[in-house]
């Protein structure tokens, strides 16, 4: 059994022909990564497929405990979907999945949710996932934009057998990029045509979604000849 007191990593060797009774053998060595926090928490945004505005998503966390004697107990994550920007929310699935324990403030349609209760086993992980829903318009000012969802650090809490409200020291992020949902396109056949000529104006309007959306109501305005 061996007990190290701070984080890094250490390498343990035993020099060559140093076993007793023994002409020679070989130099053998072993190195220990001693993490400086006790619990590993992530976070993934994902969904299969392009995210473009308008589509669902998830928010996927992982919760590792590197103690092999201590559970990691009450563990609190709060999320503000905000921190996002515009445009993102809790979905209509809400709390997806869940082997944590505990239980989640998790309202479709809300900005943000919170997880509380959760607990982790010394030496093991568990895992939940959130549905998020985005809004068409959330994109407005560019065709694509990555968004990164950040929980601060110390905002995430937990408690152990000896100890409660321990900050955890690390923010949590994760980014996904967004694309716009409707682009248009248009041109003239032909193209070159004398005085009075006539020609063709085509628009296109292109709607993306890895969701599979519809969209209604649509009107284009063209001011011509400009």
Known sequence: TVQVAGAGTYTNTVPANTLNGANQFNATSASLTVNGEMLSISKTLTRSGSLFAGDTLFVNFSITNYSSVT??????????????GYGFRVGSNGLVSNTCGGSGTVV??????????????????????VGLATSSDALISSINEYRTNTIPAGAIL????????IPYALAVSSSIWMYYPVLLSKSFTPN?????????LRINVNRYSSDRLNMTGVSVRDNLPA
């Open 192 to 200: 070159i045509v004398g005085p009075l000529g006539i020609t063709r």
């Open 158 to 165: 937990f408690d152990t057998p000896t100890q409660t409200n």
């Open 71 to 84: 559970p990691a107990t009450n563990i609190r994550i709060p999320d503000n979907l905000t921190s996002m």
């Open 108 to 129: 479709p349609d809300a900005t943000s949710f919170q997880m509380t209760g959760l607990s982790v086993a010394p030496g093991q992980t568990c895992t939940f996932s």
